[in-house]
């Protein structure tokens, strides 16, 4: 019977400690320690907020980026396309130029002859 009473002695005893931790006074000493733990959870919050933010605009960078290449190599292609010969002929047509047919003439006589 004295070991129950000893056991029950001890229970008792580690409730009262418990009442000790959440007594008005350990509450009031502990105020900076939870104003901390609340500012940990705000910037916790406020990071996931900002990286979800910067995620959003790095695939919205990397879409402009992918649209702007796409762009640059039709526009390139293009003119690749429009530098030819035979489509620089088509293009001056109209301006009454036409493609020399026959070889063009030098006009001094001394830069032909060789030394």
């Known amino acids: 019977m004295e070991e129950e009473k000893k056991i029950s002695a001890q ?3 580690k409730k009262l400690d418990w009442k000790r931790f959440l007594s008005h006074e350990w509450v009031v000493r502990n105020i900076p320690f939870f104003l901390f733990l609340a500012l940990l959870a705000v910037l916790y919050i406020y990071n996931g907020h900002y ?11 990397e879409k402009h980026i992918k649209e702007l290449e796409y762009e640059y190599k039709t526009i390139k292609s293009e003119v690749i396309f ?7 002929v088509k293009a001056v047509e109209p301006l ?3 493609e020399l047919t026959v070889a063009p003439v030098l006009l ?7 030394p």
């Open 11 to 13: 229970s008792i005893g």
């Open 51 to 61: 990286a979800d933010k910067i995620t959003r605009k790095i695939g919205a960078t």
């Open 82 to 88: 429009r530098s030819k010969a035979s489509e620089l």
């Open 96 to 98: 009454g130029l036409k």
């Open 108 to 114: 001094d006589s001394t830069i032909a002859k060789a």
